[in-house]
């Protein structure tokens, strides 16, 4: 019989293993990996640390996944604590508004017309998508798959949380609707 520590340390191999794609090698302390958490935190939470471009999801007490993440720049990044509220595979995406007016020569194929691009590789959503919602409301910010591998580790987003796609494919299986995430 298969004991927990074996399934996680296999399940935490097979996901690990992809850090290899397009000529990008992922620095492998960004890579999934077992580690100690503060007791602050509860079982099923999320805790996202900006700073050090990691999210823990925790699996038991004082246990977590610690993934490597990219996140948003300097002004655009989400903080505080929010509920995921939604979850998609292979979701559609479309620039805020904010976004096309901070950047119309990035965002110009959606500038003046309601073009939302559709879900698959070439999305900047990548695979999956976590919707964070505070007080009932959405902040339009996620936590999501990413088209530009590259950019974990760095602060770079307009404010979402980017994970390579077979991360997120792992964590997105992991988290039910209602998770809370602390981002700090």
């Known amino acids: 019989m298969i004991d927990r520590r074996h399934f996680l340390a296999t399940g935490l191999c097979a996901i ?3 850090a290899v794609a397009q000529g990008f090698e992922l620095d ?3 890579r999934p990996t077992k580690v100690a958490i503060s007791g602050q935190y509860g079982p099923g939470q999320l805790l996202v640390l900006p700073r050090a ?3 823990y999801y ?3 007490p004082r246990e977590a996944v610690r993934y490597g993440v990219g996140v948003g720049r300097a002004g655009l990044e989400f ?3 929010a509920t995921i509220q939604a979850k998609k595979k292979w979701p559609t995406w479309r620039p805020t508004d904010e976004m096309i007016e901070r950047e119309p020569h990035t965002y110009s194929k959606f500038v003046d017309n309601e073009y939302v691009q559709p879900g698959g590789p070439g999305n900047p959503l990548g695979a999956r998508a976590l919707y964070l919602f505070k007080n009932g409301r959405d902040t339009y910010f996620r936590i999501h798959g990413t088209n530009a591998p590259r950019t974990i580790g760095l602060s770079v987003s307009n404010g979402c949380i980017r ?3 077979e991360h997120v494919k792992d964590l997105y299986e992991r988290v039910p609707i209602g998770t809370k995430v602390t981002v700090l």
Request: proline share 11%.
């Open 16 to 18: 690990a293993a992809p």
């Open 28 to 30: 492998p302390k960004f």
């Open 53 to 55: 471009h990691f999210l």
């Open 58 to 60: 925790v699996t038991g």
């Open 79 to 81: 903080q505080g604590t």
């Open 163 to 165: 994970m390579l796609n």
